[in-house]
T-cell receptor, first 112, second 115 residues
C-alpha cells in the first residue's frame, strides 16, 4: 500500500525566501506524480505534473524534482510571496494510473 | 470548458437523511474519481470510473455510499442514512486515462456537514 509523507507539516517564512518542500513515498512503482495547491476550504489546483520518465518540471517560480528509485520528490519555490500561502500536496499516481494517493500536505505561510 | 464542476458547494443535513452530490467532469475526460477529505488531512480515495464502469472502490466506501456514472459523463455520489462521521469535503476529479501525461483536475468540492 502506497504511503506518502510530507515534511515539514507546516512552515512559516518571511517573504522573499526560497524554500523546499519534501515528499517521500514508499512504493517507487509510480506512474506520474503531481503537486497540488489547496487554499482553505477550496478544491485542489494542479501545479506541476512530472511524468515517470522525467526528473524535473518547472512552472514559473516552481520547480519540482522526482527521484523514483529513492521514492522522493521535492517542490522548490523561489522568491516566496504572501500569495503562496496555502497547503501543498504531493500525489503520486499508482503504477496502473488508476488513482493518486495523497500525503497530509505541508501548510505554508509566507509572512509579509 | 471551465473545468470540473461540483454541486452543491455546501450541504447541511440532519443525521439519518440521505444526500446526493453531483460532479460534471472535463468533457473529454474518460476517468472520474471521488475523494473524501477531513480537516487537516490529505484527500482519501473513494472510487473511480472509466467511462460508465466503476472499476475500483475503496474500503472507505461503506454500504451506505453509492456512486454512479450512468452515461459516462456526470457522476453522482449518494450517502444514505448520514452519520456525523460523514462530515467532510467530498472532492471529484477527472482525467484522460491511459495517456503518458495523465493529469488529474479537481473540482471545488462539496462540503458536507451532518448535524
Amino acid at each position: 500500500k502506497q504511503e506518502v509523507t510530507q515534511i515539514p507539516a507546516a512552515l512559516s517564512v518571511p517573504e522573499g525566501e526560497n524554500l523546499v518542500l519534501n515528499c517521500s513515498f514508499t512504493d517507487s512503482a509510480i506512474y506520474n506524480l503531481q503537486w497540488f495547491r489547496q487554499d482553505p476550504g477550496k478544491g485542489l489546483t494542479s501545479l506541476l505534473l512530472i511524468q515517470s520518465s522525467q526528473r524535473e518540471q518547472t512552472s514559473g517560480r516552481l520547480n519540482a524534482s522526482l527521484d523514483k528509485s529513492s521514492g522522493r520528490s521535492t517542490l522548490y519555490i523561489a522568491a516566496s510571496q504572501p500569495g503562496d500561502s496555502a497547503t501543498y500536496l504531493c500525489a503520486p499516481w499508482d503504477s496502473s494510473a488508476s488513482k493518486i494517493i495523497f500525503g497530509s500536505g505541508t501548510r505554508l505561510s509566507i509572512r509579509p | 470548458d471551465t473545468g470540473v464542476s461540483q454541486d452543491p458547494r455546501h450541504k447541511i443535513t440532519k443525521r439519518g437523511q440521505n444526500v446526493t452530490f453531483r460532479c460534471d467532469p472535463i468533457s473529454e475526460h474518460n476517468r472520474l474519481y471521488w475523494y473524501r477529505q477531513t480537516l487537516g488531512q490529505g484527500p482519501e480515495f473513494l472510487t473511480y470510473f472509466q467511462n460508465e464502469a466503476q472499476l475500483e472502490k475503496s474500503r472507505l466506501l461503506s454500504d451506505r455510499f453509492s456512486a454512479e456514472r450512468p452515461k459516462g459523463s456526470f457522476s453522482t455520489l449518494e450517502i444514505q442514512r448520514t452519520e456525523q462521521g460523514d462530515s467532510a469535503m467530498y472532492l471529484c476529479a477527472s482525467s484522460f486515462g491511459g495517456a503518458v501525461d495523465t493529469e488529474a483536475f479537481f473540482g471545488q468540492g462539496t462540503r458536507l456537514t451532518v448535524v
